[in-house]
T-cell receptor
Framework: GQNIDQPTEMTATEGAIVQINCTYQ??????LFWYQQHAGEAPTFLSY????GLEEKGRFSSFLSRSKGYSYLLLKELQMKDSASYLC????????????FGAGTQVVVTP | DVKVTQSSRYLVKRTGEKVFLECVQD?????MFWYRQDPGLGLRLIYF???????EKGDIPEGYSVSREKKERFSLILESASTNQTSMYLC?????????????FGPGTRLTVT
């Protein structure tokens, strides 16, 4: 399966920008997901990148470089409600539908 | 809206008890998954199912079994609960489409085994 690596925790102040990096193995790549998970809640879908480049959705953007096995999630104009864990995930190569998840990056937004 | 529901948000069981965690989805998805989530370890796949009565082991199936008798329902069974199975359990579903990997998650069940 894929090895997905992302930082454990990041702290930023309200209104700032934070970039969460994710690296993965490039063999058999089928796209890269980002999910948001608030404490005690279910993960919710943020983005899915298959092609190289930046995709923007409001304050959140996701970038992919397939050749480098690298993605990032960019959170702009941070709000207190953005404090959450952000999970990077990629489809596994051995079976349709399975996702391999990173351990998650806990983002703490401070006033 | 896709809806995935789980039978309990919080559950406390004793060591050795048989535990059933139920998951129901209402979007006619073929794939269903059971994960456990522990601090620092992320989401780990226990079992998944791509059709009724079909099941495959995930990364950490030991101590668990599953049942899928109907398409919309996927049950996780702990035959004899142990304290190291204290965790958050998340169910998810997705359609069986080659280019559709997005999974939809239930709210989770926080299980404590004492």
């Amino acid at each position: 399966g894929q090895n997905i690596d992302q930082p454990t925790e990041m702290t930023a102040t309200e209104g700032a920008i934070v970039q969460i990096n994710c690296t993965y193995q490039t063999s058999g790549f089928n796209g890269l997901f980002w999910y948001q998970q608030h404490a005690g809640e279910a993960p919710t879908f943020l983005s899915y990148n298959v092609l190289d480049g930046l995709e923007e959705k409001g304050r959140f953007s996701s970038f992919l470089s397939r050749s480098k096995g690298y993605s990032y999630l960019l959170l702009k104009e941070l709000q207190m409600k953005d404090s959450a864990s952000y999970l990077c995930a990629s489809p596994t190569t051995d079976s349709w539908g399975k996702l391999q998840f990173g351990a998650g990056t806990q983002v703490v937004v401070t006033p | 809206d896709v809806k995935v529901t789980q039978s309990s948000r919080y559950l406390v069981k004793r060591t050795g008890e048989k535990v059933f965690l139920e998951c129901v989805q209402d979007m006619d998805h073929e794939n269903m998954f059971w994960y456990r989530q522990d601090p620092g370890l992320g989401l780990r796949l226990i079992y998944f199912s791509y059709d009724v009565k079909m099941k495959e082991k995930g990364d950490i199936p030991e101590g668990y079994s599953v049942s899928r008798e109907k398409k919309e329902r996927f049950s996780l069974i702990l035959e004899s609960a142990s304290t190291n199975q204290t965790s958050m359990y998340l169910c998810a579903s997705s359609p069986l489409a080659r280019d559709s990997y997005e999974q939809y998650f239930g709210p989770g069940t926080r299980l404590t085994v004492t």
